[in-house]
């Protein structure tokens, strides 16, 4: 999935994936959001995420901690 909102007031586009590595005998799959934002002509890449199982339950924490973000002008 993906879309588009706001990061303190500045517009961000975002994606939602799952990933999946293995190593040896351990297979492990993740969900991600990952956020994009342009400003003063740097690009600033936010992500959160954990295990594919837990997401649902986190997916509110971690879009309620990626709303605090602040981005100052120095």
């Known amino acids: 999935d993906s879309g588009v909102t706001k990061i303190n007031n500045n517009k961000s586009m ?5 990933a999946t590595s293995s190593t040896l005998d351990i297979t492990v ?3 991600n959001i990952q956020y ?3 400003k003063n002509n740097k690009l600033y890449i936010i992500t959160a995420g954990s295990s594919e199982d837990e997401f ?4 509110n924490i971690l879009k309620k901690s990626i709303s605090t973000f602040v981005f100052e002008d120095f």
């Open 56 to 59: 649902d339950s986190t997916e």
């Open 29 to 31: 799959t993740v969900r």
């Open 36 to 38: 994009y934002v342009i």
């Open 14 to 18: 975002w994606i939602d994936f799952t």
